[in-house]
């Protein structure tokens, strides 16, 4: 059966699938048995005291074996490989096995916060031993290994956030799809969009108001104008909204540009993406771009203070999901 022990190991080393101990004198990995490594200890004229226990066990690590490495604030687990080497490049970690620690997808080790453990086992890590035994916690931290290792959370609150969002950038991803695709019940010809941009506006305390095609002329053109004055900073926004699926260009930005009104702010709001040139033209007019994902980010901030008219339009359920 797999032993479960605790080494105090540089965390250096861990970045090498590696757990160390010290002891510079011996290199542990010249000697076949533990017998014959404490006789060397005896020939060197080393007194190991009461830390003999500890050298057997680091000696006797075996491959499956389950290692636990205490960090500030958390945990790392690796399962030993049994490969046993030698350095002095990292004090207090000479003597080394291999051990493959859990990581992340992107390769970066796996941090498991002390939090998450019981409290019996907090309390273990707290053994000044450099080399301990926690096989009492190993239904513990054999659940916790393979928890983890298939891709699992060390807690259930862990579990909940990512799961909730991930749920939540479905969710806003879906709406923003069917939004594009006009598979909602928004009315058609862009005039839904502006009106559902018209009620986040309101939500943000915006007055808002639609003015006529004949407002301006020539090639400018706002959808929408929104007024909020508090006492100190009274705002006004021009704004040209584009129920598209695949690309914005830049007519609304020129439709912006041509506006002669110096005190108000500019944006183009878009359900779809904008090419870098429309950017690029936006930037150097002093236009903001708020595109699909940014706006659907912004719709969902206000989704459930919506009135139901828009709700049952985007076919927004009131019902909570569970995960």
Same mark, same amino acid.
């Given at each position: 059966?797999?032993?479960?022990?605790?080494?105090?190991?540089?965390?250096?080393?861990?970045?090498?699938?590696?757990?160390?101990?010290?002891?510079?004198?011996?290199?542990?990995?010249?000697?076949?048995?533990?017998?014959?490594?404490?006789?060397?200890?005896?020939?060197?004229?080393?007194?190991?005291?009461?830390?003999?226990?500890?050298?057997?066990?680091?000696?006797?690590?075996?491959?499956?074996?389950?290692?636990?490495?205490?960090?500030?604030?958390?945990?790392?687990?690796?399962?030993?490989? *049994?490969?046993?080497?030698?350095?002095?490049?990292?004090?207090?970690?000479?003597?080394?096995?291999?051990?493959?620690?859990?990581?992340?997808?992107?390769?970066?080790?796996?941090?498991?916060?002390?939090?998450?453990?019981? %409290?019996?086992?907090?309390?273990?890590?707290?053994?000044?031993?450099?080399?301990?035994?926690?096989?009492?916690?190993?239904?513990?931290?054999?659940?916790?290994?393979?928890?983890?290792?298939?891709?699992?959370?060390?807690?259930?609150?862990?579990?909940?956030?990512?799961?909730?969002?991930?749920?939540?950038?479905?969710?806003?991803?879906?709406?923003?799809?069917?939004?594009?695709?006009?598979?909602?019940?928004?009315?058609?010809?862009?005039? *839904?969009?502006?009106?559902?941009?018209?009620?986040?506006?309101?939500?943000?305390?915006?007055?808002?108001?639609?003015?006529?095609?004949?407002?301006?002329?020539?090639?400018?053109?706002?959808?929408?104008?929104?007024?909020?004055?508090?006492?100190?900073?009274? %705002?006004?926004?021009?704004?040209?909204?584009?129920?598209?699926? *695949?690309?914005?260009?830049?007519?609304?930005?020129?439709?912006?540009?041509?506006?002669?009104?110096?005190?108000?702010?500019?944006?183009?709001?878009?359900?779809?993406?904008?090419?870098?040139?429309?950017?690029?033209?936006?930037?150097?007019?002093?236009?903001?771009?708020?595109?699909?994902?940014?706006?659907?980010?912004?719709?969902?901030?206000?989704?459930?203070?919506?009135?139901?008219?828009?709700?049952?339009?985007?076919?927004?359920?009131?019902?909570?999901?569970?995960?």
């Amino acid at each position: 059966m797999a032993k479960v022990i605790l080494i105090r190991s540089p965390i250096e080393l861990a970045r090498n699938d590696q757990a160390g101990y010290g002891w510079p004198q011996i290199n542990f990995s010249d000697h076949p048995t533990a017998d014959s490594l404490m006789a060397a200890f005896r020939d060197h004229d080393i007194e190991v005291g009461r830390k003999a226990k500890q050298i057997r066990r680091f000696f006797n690590i075996r491959p499956g074996d389950l290692i636990v490495v205490p960090v500030p604030r958390a945990i790392l687990l690796a399962r030993a490989t *049994g490969e046993k080497s030698f350095g002095s490049d990292v004090g207090y970690g000479e003597n080394r096995v291999g051990a493959k620690y859990l990581r992340e997808p992107g390769g970066k080790i796996k941090r498991i916060p002390r939090d998450d453990l019981s %409290t019996a086992l907090e309390t273990r890590l707290k053994i000044r031993m450099a080399v301990a035994s926690l096989d009492e916690f190993s239904d513990e931290l054999e659940t916790l290994y393979s928890r983890l290792e298939s891709g699992g959370y060390s807690n259930r609150n862990s579990q909940y956030e990512a799961e909730n969002s991930e749920a939540i950038e479905a969710f806003k991803q879906t709406l923003l799809e069917r939004i594009q695709q006009g598979s909602t019940f928004l009315s058609g010809g862009g005039n *839904g969009m502006e009106m559902l941009v018209m009620e986040l506006l309101k939500l943000e305390g915006y007055v808002v108001h639609r003015p006529s095609k004949r407002h301006y002329e020539g090639v400018a053109d706002a959808d929408i104008e929104a007024y909020r004055k508090d006492r100190f900073n009274p %705002t006004k926004l021009l704004i040209q909204v584009k129920h598209h699926q *695949g690309v914005t260009g830049a007519h609304g930005i020129r439709q912006l540009s041509a506006i002669e009104e110096d005190d108000a702010q500019r944006w183009l709001i878009t359900t779809a993406v904008t090419g870098e040139s429309t950017n690029a033209l936006a930037e150097k007019d002093g236009i903001q771009v708020m595109d699909g994902i940014d706006f659907v980010d912004w719709l969902f901030e206000h989704y459930q203070n919506l009135s139901i008219a828009t709700r049952s339009q985007l076919g927004l359920s009131d019902v909570p999901m569970l995960l």
